[in-house]
């Protein structure tokens, strides 16, 4: 998907989409201060021609959306859509689709059998699901995943509230440092891991969550 963006949607500064949040929400600081560097027009965004993964992605997305529509029924529409949120000027995302009659974020990913599990795979996009979910007002994403050993699978992924909050919180950091010259810092929070019957398993670490949100936002006047 990220090659496929940026020939749609080339001019990367101005904004911040869903692969950029999964930046911002990781923890590469090489990764965060080139994003940094690229949004403040500094260098050209990384040319992921040569990245096999990547090509790959981009060649079975229309494969990917095809084999979801044909084992589930569902229609995705909206294709490559390029969406702004109404309010946050520099919010935005480029929606692989949109489920029809559900309303849920598509997303479609490759990934490499020896890497993939359900739960590595949500965790793994979940800062980009919960950004998309976000700018469209969504309640619902869905990771659909094809294996390079010829495995598809389908991932339902719910919004999150919380983290919501705190990918917000991180972005908003994020883009003040885009704006004043000011290097980021990462963040420093991890994912939540999805529970085994779908949704994200809040439980223990609902007060870890709660603690990282405080910890960036301003004090109580």
Same mark, same amino acid.
């Given at each position: 998907?990220?090659?496929?963006?940026?020939?749609?949607?080339?001019? @990367?500064?101005? &904004?911040?989409? #869903?692969?950029?949040?999964?930046?911002?929400?990781?923890?590469?600081?090489?990764?965060?201060?080139?994003?940094?560097? %690229?949004?403040?027009?500094?260098?050209?965004?990384?040319?992921?021609?040569?990245?096999?993964?990547?090509?790959?992605? =981009?060649?079975?997305?229309?494969?990917?959306?095809?084999?979801? !529509?044909?084992?589930?029924?569902?229609?995705?529409?909206? %294709?490559?859509?390029?969406?702004?949120?109404?309010?946050?000027? *520099?919010?935005?995302?480029?929606?692989?689709?949109? =489920?029809? #009659?559900? #309303?849920?974020?598509?997303?479609?990913?490759?990934?490499?059998?020896?890497?993939?599990?359900?739960?590595?795979?949500?965790?793994?996009?979940?800062?980009?699901?919960?950004?998309?979910? *976000?700018?469209?007002?969504?309640?619902?994403?869905?990771?659909?995943?094809?294996?390079?050993? #010829?495995?598809?699978?389908?991932?339902?992924?719910?919004?999150?509230?919380?983290?919501?909050?705190?990918?917000?919180?991180? !972005?908003?950091? &994020? *883009?003040?440092?885009?704006?004043?010259?000011?290097?980021? @810092?990462?963040?420093? =929070?991890?994912?939540?891991?999805?529970?085994?019957?779908?949704?994200?398993?809040?439980?223990? !670490?609902?007060?870890?969550? =709660?603690?990282?949100?405080?910890?960036?936002?301003?004090?109580?006047?």
């Amino acid at each position: 998907m990220d090659t496929l963006a940026q020939a749609i949607w080339p001019k @990367r500064t101005g &904004f911040l989409g #869903g692969s950029d949040a999964n930046i911002i929400m990781g923890r590469d600081h090489v990764a965060l201060l080139r994003l940094w560097r %690229v949004k403040r027009g500094e260098i050209e965004p990384e040319d992921l021609s040569g990245n096999l993964i990547v090509q790959l992605g =981009v060649v079975t997305e229309t494969l990917n959306r095809h084999w979801y !529509e044909r084992n589930t029924g569902q229609t995705v529409k909206e %294709v490559q859509r390029r969406v702004k949120h109404p309010v946050i000027r *520099w919010m935005a995302a480029t929606l692989d689709g949109v =489920v029809e #009659g559900t #309303g849920a974020v598509f997303e479609a990913k490759f990934m490499l059998p020896r890497s993939f599990s359900e739960e590595a795979a949500a965790q793994k996009y979940m800062a980009q699901v919960q950004h998309n979910m *976000w700018v469209t007002n969504a309640k619902e994403a869905l990771l659909s995943i094809i294996t390079g050993g #010829g495995k598809w699978v389908e991932i339902s992924i719910p919004a999150d509230p919380l983290y919501q909050h705190l990918l917000l919180t991180a !972005e908003k950091k &994020f *883009w003040r440092c885009v704006e004043n010259g000011d290097p980021p @810092r990462l963040f420093g =929070v991890d994912p939540p891991r999805p529970a085994r019957g779908g949704g994200p398993d809040r439980g223990h !670490e609902h007060l870890e969550l =709660v603690g990282g949100i405080r910890r960036y936002l301003p004090p109580d006047p």
